[in-house]
């Protein structure tokens, strides 16, 4: 272990960390376990079981991840039916993946595991009941990792098309469904990329800088427009927590969008209650996909600059935020700032005492819509030509959901 690595109160009590991860389990900072079951579905609920008995201090996940792992992609191996073993390689990467995320510095365990992560979702893919393709977007001088996806049977034509992107903590690998995509489901072709400093991205060199997101939006939105599956003129974008940032990013800077939609915010300029007053794991990972692993006050200088304020006045296309009023990682009253400057139609889907990752049993959250439902129809209206407006849908503990003003009528 390097004793350098991250910010001090990560280094010095670390035993806090731990502490708390005995008695609050694998979700002591977030819902990680429901975010990454969602994709794979209950059949990988008994592996978290397993690894919840067996996790006992931070230290341990990457070695239970990785039995876990080897364990599905085993039996991938054995397995004589391909059904079988599209599934065991679907969740052997998903767990490879877990097994990745706590480790926060350039070494060659991270590699490996990478590899073994993008082997594992390679043998899926050529097994998949859909299209799945290994895409490697050039920028800078390495790549932005991806897999593109094109709904079960495809039989040629441009398509809609939803660039997507997950958060800090959550890979491509983790953006398309195993079985029945919202998106996938509704008729989009998917790539499902990992941005500077997210996912597979620093492993290969590439991290986070506040403009590189920027820069490789327009690398990936000019690779959908080279196509011939995408319909260049019905592209959006989709990003969940500090994908809420990234994507927001891309669409103010690429007006051939036709929408983009945002989720599980984080907008707070400078971020100071993700990184400060939050598991200071959170910190600790963004601090090695910036680069500065090992200089916190330059990642502090650095993090100033996170701020979509002058940026979001760019906005070309209407922009949807769905979020929790009781956001512990980013106060929502920046992102009702944001909608109220934002220049195009800017609608929000707001639950009652939603906490960050919409994935806990608030009553608003299970009662009220689904809220990947909710965001992947109001896309679909976006490329099918429908208006966008402005209002707030705020989701009440009875599930039913109450019209209120948005943040541009109380403007002075």
């Given at each position: 272990?390097?004793?350098?690595?991250?910010?001090?109160?990560w280094r010095e009590q670390r035993w806090i960390t731990d502490s708390v991860l005995r008695t609050d389990g694998l979700e002591w900072d977030q819902p990680r376990v429901?975010?990454?079951?969602?994709p794979m579905g209950v059949d990988a609920v008994p592996d978290f079981h397993v690894a919840q008995a067996r996790i006992h201090?931070?230290?341990?996940?990457?070695?239970?991840?990785?039995?876990?792992?080897?364990?599905?992609?085993?039996l991938a191996k054995a397995a004589i039916n391909p059904v079988a073993a599209r599934e065991h390689y679907f969740h052997a990467a998903l767990l490879y993946a877990t097994a990745e995320w706590p480790i926060w510095r350039d070494c060659p365990e991270l590699v490996a595991l990478d590899d073994r992560k993008n082997a594992c979702y390679q043998a899926y893919a050529e097994l998949a009941d859909h299209h799945v393709e290994r895409v490697e977007i050039p920028f800078g001088d390495s790549f932005v990792p991806a897999w593109f996806h094109l709904p079960r049977g495809y039989t040629g034509g441009p398509l809609p098309t939803v660039i997507s992107c997950g958060g800090m903590d959550a890979p491509k690998e983790l953006n398309v469904n195993l079985y029945g995509d919202k998106f996938l489901e509704r008729g989009f072709a998917?790539?499902?990329?990992?941005?500077?400093?997210?996912?597979?991205?620093?492993?290969?060199?590439?991290k986070f800088t506040p403009t590189a997101w920027i820069?490789?939006?327009?690398?990936?939105?000019?690779?959908?427009?080279?196509?011939?599956?995408?319909?260049?003129?019905?592209?959006?974008?989709?990003?969940?927590?500090f994908g809420s940032y990234w994507m927001t990013q891309i669409a103010a800077t690429q007006p051939t969008l036709r929408g983009s939609a945002v989720g599980l915010v984080c907008h707070e300029p400078g971020c100071h209650m993700i990184f400060e007053m939050a598991s200071p794991s959170f910190k600790a990972r963004y601090m090695w996909m910036s680069g500065?692993?090992?200089?916190?006050?330059?990642?502090?200088?650095?993090a100033e600059q996170i701020d979509l304020r002058p940026l979001i006045g760019r906005m070309s296309a209407p922009w949807l935020v769905v979020a929790g009023d009781e956001d512990e990682l980013s106060p929502m009253e920046h992102s009702y700032d944001l909608a109220r400057r934002c220049p195009t139609p800017a609608p929000l889907l707001v639950y009652q005492q939603g906490r960050h990752a919409l994935s806990l049993?608030?009553?608003?959250?299970?009662?009220?819509?689904?809220?990947?439902?909710?965001?992947?129809?109001?896309?679909?209206e976006r490329v099918d030509g429908l208006p966008a407006e402005d209002v707030v849908d705020y989701v009440l503990p009875?599930?039913?959901?109450?019209?209120?003003?948005h943040p541009k009528e109380t403007r002075a």
């Amino acid at each position: 272990m390097d004793h350098q690595i991250g910010p001090r109160r990560w280094r010095e009590q670390r035993w806090i960390t731990d502490s708390v991860l005995r008695t609050d389990g694998l979700e002591w900072d977030q819902p990680r376990v429901a975010y990454t079951v969602r994709p794979m579905g209950v059949d990988a609920v008994p592996d978290f079981h397993v690894a919840q008995a067996r996790i006992h201090k931070f230290a341990d996940m990457v070695p239970v991840f990785t039995e876990l792992a080897e364990r599905r992609e085993r039996l991938a191996k054995a397995a004589i039916n391909p059904v079988a073993a599209r599934e065991h390689y679907f969740h052997a990467a998903l767990l490879y993946a877990t097994a990745e995320w706590p480790i926060w510095r350039d070494c060659p365990e991270l590699v490996a595991l990478d590899d073994r992560k993008n082997a594992c979702y390679q043998a899926y893919a050529e097994l998949a009941d859909h299209h799945v393709e290994r895409v490697e977007i050039p920028f800078g001088d390495s790549f932005v990792p991806a897999w593109f996806h094109l709904p079960r049977g495809y039989t040629g034509g441009p398509l809609p098309t939803v660039i997507s992107c997950g958060g800090m903590d959550a890979p491509k690998e983790l953006n398309v469904n195993l079985y029945g995509d919202k998106f996938l489901e509704r008729g989009f072709a998917v790539l499902a990329f990992d941005g500077p400093g997210q996912g597979e991205a620093p492993v290969r060199g590439v991290k986070f800088t506040p403009t590189a997101w920027i820069e490789a939006g327009e690398k990936i939105v000019d690779w959908c427009r080279g196509r011939a599956e995408v319909d260049a003129d019905r592209i959006v974008g989709f990003g969940l927590s500090f994908g809420s940032y990234w994507m927001t990013q891309i669409a103010a800077t690429q007006p051939t969008l036709r929408g983009s939609a945002v989720g599980l915010v984080c907008h707070e300029p400078g971020c100071h209650m993700i990184f400060e007053m939050a598991s200071p794991s959170f910190k600790a990972r963004y601090m090695w996909m910036s680069g500065l692993e090992r200089d916190e006050a330059a990642f502090d200088k650095m993090a100033e600059q996170i701020d979509l304020r002058p940026l979001i006045g760019r906005m070309s296309a209407p922009w949807l935020v769905v979020a929790g009023d009781e956001d512990e990682l980013s106060p929502m009253e920046h992102s009702y700032d944001l909608a109220r400057r934002c220049p195009t139609p800017a609608p929000l889907l707001v639950y009652q005492q939603g906490r960050h990752a919409l994935s806990l049993p608030t009553p608003s959250v299970a009662l009220g819509p689904n809220w990947l439902t909710y965001a992947a129809d109001w896309l679909l209206e976006r490329v099918d030509g429908l208006p966008a407006e402005d209002v707030v849908d705020y989701v009440l503990p009875s599930g039913q959901i109450e019209r209120r003003t948005h943040p541009k009528e109380t403007r002075a």
